[in-house]
């Protein structure tokens, strides 16, 4: 298979075709896929059961018949071999989409991200982009196995070279995704599993883009700043909500992980005073403390009461029986919110 003659300028069905249709999260993402794959020839997904199982969450299903085996490649369990792959069909000018299962099988295929994909492009001095995109399912709460609840984005932000895209609704999903499948740098792509099918909004029957590092304020408020992405977005939410009439809280999804939305954050915090990060993730060296030193470094003498950090704790994800425990929820949202609101 070789690179086509790729028209990468943007077209009126670029900001979708006007209708709309209800979609969760995972039938977003198979519209994302199959709206590239239609637009651009040289897209083409890989990875385990992506083929005819359409999938372990069915995300693919139906590109195998749309768009034959050389588009639509079954792979060995082996994710090394996925992500490596995938580098070189992109350096060939392809644009692969590698599907991980679930993240904590990402980990075997670090090296090809850290030591490959990311550093590319500076290594050739530009000559090779790695336009690529791996997807990962992540989060807990599906009682699942073990290796199967990781929430580690922290690990793939620290790493220069590669982008890190985190939605929480369809919309959002969709858009991002192609984004993702167009943007020239590799890009880690963390779909939330836990709420693949938890609701479903209108989302665009056309191709449409939404731009990366730039956070969607989904509630607006005064008191306190509340910062989250994926899977979270909606239990902070309910917290919000929950504490309406005492606290105004305001939202702020995150949604790019890298590129972070430092001006959004600032802004918002600026606004209240006062903030909160939920993150599923172990507390230590999770994303909560980036955002705490942006607050601390750009808007210090706004501040009106230190920062809370509402995560996971510091252990090895556990099994089902415990992750109630282990998630945020809304009740320990709402404590957290609460706390920072009466400090002082």
């Known amino acids: 298979m070789t690179a086509g003659d790729r028209d990468d300028r943007p077209s009126e069905s670029d900001h979708g075709s006007g209708e709309t249709e209800d979609l969760n999260v995972v039938e977003a993402v198979r519209s994302g896929l199959h709206e590239e794959m239609a637009r651009d020839g040289d897209v083409l997904v890989l990875g385990e059961d992506v083929g005819s199982t359409g999938g372990v969450f069915r995300a693919t299903e139906g590109l195998l018949e749309a768009f034959g085996e050389r588009r639509v490649v079954d792979t060995p369990l082996a994710e090394v071999g996925i992500v490596g792959s995938a580098i070189g069909l992109a350096t060939s000018g392809l644009r692969p989409v590698a599907e991980i299962q679930f993240m904590g ?3 075997d295929a670090m090296g090809q991200l850290f030591t490959r994909a990311a550093r590319l492009n500076a ?5 090779y982009s790695c336009s690529m995109v791996v997807r990962v399912p992540y989060t807990g709460g599906i009682r699942a196995p073990d290796m199967h609840g990781e929430s580690m984005e922290a ?3 620290h790493h220069p070279g590669l982008k890190v895209l985190a ?4 919309y959002d999903t969709k858009g991002l995704l192609i984004s993702a499948i ?3 740098d590799p ?12 609701f ?11 731009p990366m590092g730039e956070a969607a304020v989904r509630r607006e408020g005064t008191d306190v700043s509340v910062f989250t992405w994926g899977a979270m977005t909606r239990p902070t939410l309910a917290a919000a909500e929950e504490l309406a009439g005492e606290i105004d809280v305001e939202v702020v999804d995150l949604r790019s992980l890298y590129p972070l939305d430092r001006e959004g954050i600032v802004e918002s915090f600026k606004r209240t005073g006062r903030a909160a990060v939920v993150h599923e993730a172990p507390r230590t060296g999770g994303l909560g403390g980036e955002i705490t030193s942006i607050v601390q470094e750009e808007a210090l003498l706004y501040q009106e009461a230190p920062v809370e950090r509402i995560t996971g704790y510091d252990v090895v994800y556990p099994l089902y029986e415990l992750e109630d425990y282990q998630l945020p929820n809304a009740a320990r949202i709402r404590e957290g919110i609460r706390e920072t ?3 002082g």
Do not use: C, M, N, Q
């Open 105 to 107: 099988f990402a980990y």
């Open 123 to 127: 290594r050739s001095r530009g000559h």
């Open 155 to 157: 690990l793939f932000v």
């Open 167 to 170: 939605p929480s609704t369809p």
């Open 182 to 184: 167009r943007d020239p």
């Open 187 to 198: 890009v880690v792509f963390l779909e939330p599993k836990r709420i693949y099918r938890a």
């Open 200 to 210: 479903k909004e209108p989302v665009p029957t056309g191709p449409y883009e939404l």
């Open 341 to 343: 609101f009466e400090f």
